[in-house]
């Protein structure tokens, strides 16, 4: 570059002052809008972390509560199926003792009484001619034709059980 005589620099310094005034001032201009779309980047970035954020909590408290209830339910579900089991164990060692029981009515002074009446009832139900045959657990077992009516004492205790059973007796206190 060729250096310019001292004269002409001198005539030069308010051009040279009037240009890096423009400059800064475009500088500071441009600066200014710079530092203002960062304020406006950073704001609308702001609104929306929290629209995020917002919504976020929204969904994850309605997933919670989703889970909270299908574990509910679950909990809920297997207590249940935790008592039918416990009923079904319940019912079925009754079921034992009473069959148990009903056999041991064989030796109670009375049970010639209720054989008759037994009988009796498998006659007027299935006729004078059904064959009735005492049942080795105590009471009758009657046949006649294809029909066939069991009055053992087993199968009546279990009867009676699953009627209780059935009104909800034995479960309720």
Known sequence: MSSLPAESAAALAPVRQALRAAAEKQAAEIGGDGRQQAKTLLAAA???????????????GAAARSEAALRFSRCRREAHELVLARRSAVLAELRRQL??????????????????????????????????????????IAEAGSRRLDLSLPVLAGLALDALAEAGEPWTG
């Open 46 to 60: 702001r609104a929306e972390a929290e629209r995020i954020t917002a919504a976020a909590a929204r969904e994850g």
């Open 99 to 140: 069959a148990t029981r009903a056999s041991e009515l064989q030796a109670d002074g009375r049970y010639p009484a209720l054989l008759a009446r037994l009988t009796e009832h498998c006659r007027h139900l299935l006729g004078p001619g059904a064959g009735i045959t005492v049942s080795p657990g105590g009471g009758v």
